[in-house]
Each structure stands twice: as C-alpha cells, then as structure tokens.
Nanobody
Framework: VQLQASGGGLVQTGGSLRLSCAAS????????VGWFRQAPGKEREFVAA????????YYAESVKGRFTISRDNAENTVYLQMNSLKPEDTGVYYC????????????????WGRGTLVTVSS
C-alpha cells in the first residue's frame, strides 16, 4: 500500500486548507485511514481517523469542530478539511493506513505516506 499526502501550505490564522491522501496498491487491506501531525520538536500526534467502509470518524479534542475528515472510496482518497486554523496547528501532516478500526495509536498504523507541511502564521 502506498499513501501520498498533499495540500499543505502557508495560511494565516483563521484560514482553511484541505489535505488529500491518495492510496494505491492493496488498499483493501486498510480498514482505517488516519491523519497525524508533528510540530517541530514535538512527538507525532493523532489528528483524525475514518473507516473506509462505514465512514465512521474520530477526532482529537484539539481539532474537533474545526477539522473534518472524509473519504471518496471510488478515488481511494481521504481528505482532511481544516478550518479556523491556529498557529498551534502548524506541523507536518501525515496520512497512514491500518487494519485496525478507528485506532488513535500511532504504532498500529502500518502504512505511512510522506508528510505535507502546514504552516499557520499569526
């Protein structure tokens, strides 16, 4: 399975960005796609996840109400719509795939894409 994240960039506080995660290969082996982020000098943290079959979602408290994760199974793509961005949302965003259902644990994700940088200026 290969995952490719895109859509990062520079945005002002309060702005919006939409990230995309395109999956290819043995995508049937993935039950959940998650987004994680890593700020400079900090550990990678869970942001949001979605199941590929039923579309159930789960969010970190810090992004609930501002971020929306969605999927397009026909395109094997997962999106992360980020609104009302804050400087603390700055970091490299990664998408990842797992056989687990809606897990937030980083080490349960087997497939990782390269990250895309999101910078929110104050």
């Amino acid at each position: 399975v290969q995952l490719q994240a895109s859509g990062g960039g520079l945005v002002q506080t309060g702005g919006s960005l939409r990230l995309s995660c395109a999956a290819s290969g043995r995508t049937f082996s993935i039950n959940t796609v998650g987004w994680f982020r890593q700020a400079p000098g900090k550990e990678r943290e869970f942001v949001a996840a979605i199941t590929m079959s039923g579309g159930s979602t789960y969010y970190a408290e810090s992004v609930k109400g501002r971020f929306t994760i969605s999927r397009d199974n026909a395109e094997n793509t997962v999106y992360l719509q980020m609104n009302s961005l804050k400087p603390e949302d700055t970091g490299v965003y990664y998408c990842a795939g797992t056989r687990w259902v809606l897990t937030t644990y980083l080490n349960r994700y087997d497939y990782w894409g390269r990250g895309t940088l999101v910078t929110v200026s104050s």
